[in-house]
Nanobody, 126 residues
Framework: QVHLVESGGGSVQTGGSLRLSCAAS????????MGWFRQAPGKEREGVAL????????YYTDSVKGRFTVSQDSAKNTLYLEMNNLKPEDTAMYYC???????????????????WGQGTQVTVSS
């Protein structure tokens, strides 16, 4: 059982930046797919960014490419999501997720993850 705790959400204006953190209860450096999902009111949960911790391969949904960066600090058992040039459409609850194995080339969706954090709210105003 891996426990995940997110932090770092908040409210910013369009063009602003935030960094989300996800602290894991155990080392996930060997062979885990970890990532960030988001869910806006009335919408389905969507994958934002994934990282395969074995070789640190990263995958992004098209709408955040060039603006968001996912990374992992294995010494701190912490996953990060650096978000720049934020837009109002980025407003959502952001969740950290993890499970063993690779990220299937970025095609691992929410139903394929067993471990989730409680979420952190990101609000971007225009």
């Amino acid at each position: 059982q891996v426990h995940l705790v997110e932090s770092g959400g908040g409210s910013v204006q369009t063009g602003g930046s935030l960094r989300l953190s996800c602290a894991a209860s155990e080392n996930t450096d060997s062979n885990y797919c970890m990532g960030w999902f988001r869910q806006a009111p009335g919408k389905e949960r969507e994958g934002v960014a994934l990282i395969w911790t074995y070789i640190h391969s990263t995958y992004y949904t098209d709408s955040v490419k060039g603006r968001f960066t996912v990374s992992q600090d294995s010494a701190k058992n912490t996953l990060y999501l650096e978000m720049n040039n934020l837009k109002p459409e980025d407003t959502a609850m952001y969740y950290c997720a993890a499970d063993s194995g690779h990220c299937r080339g970025g095609n691992r969706n929410a139903a394929d993850f067993r471990y989730w954090g409680q979420g952190t709210q990101v609000t971007v105003s225009s």
